[in-house]
């Protein structure tokens, strides 16, 4: 398991969302949160970066207590997985080894591109996560 999915693990425990893994949903939808029985339904099958990613947002939906699908919802899962997913000093670390480039960056930091572009989104507007020299999250 890596850095990412055992992040990913930990919020699930934090935040006491089951997660079930399913080949009910359809290939339009990764994932998709049920508030009443506080789960996670996972498409079966999915890449390990697009699992992770799409359960990190359904998580954003559990955080902000969303119980629809509106665009402004679905803009604030996006940017709550972002935030849990990555910090600066792992965006740094990876655009330094990766040359900036965006698709080999989300793939060093195990994210989806479109993911790895929401928190660029926030960056660029201080809305970041901050992580010291020694790993301290400082936001």
Known sequence: ???????????LRRFNVRLVETGALTPRMNACWHPLTRTIYARHGLDPIT???AVAHELGHAYHNHDCSTPDNEREADEWAANQLLDDGLVEEAAWECDSEPVAMAAELGVTVHLLRTWERLYRVGRTRHVSACGLSLS
């Open 1 to 11: 398991m890596n850095d990412t999915e055992q992040r990913l693990e930990f919020l």
């Open 51 to 53: 699992r992770v990613c």
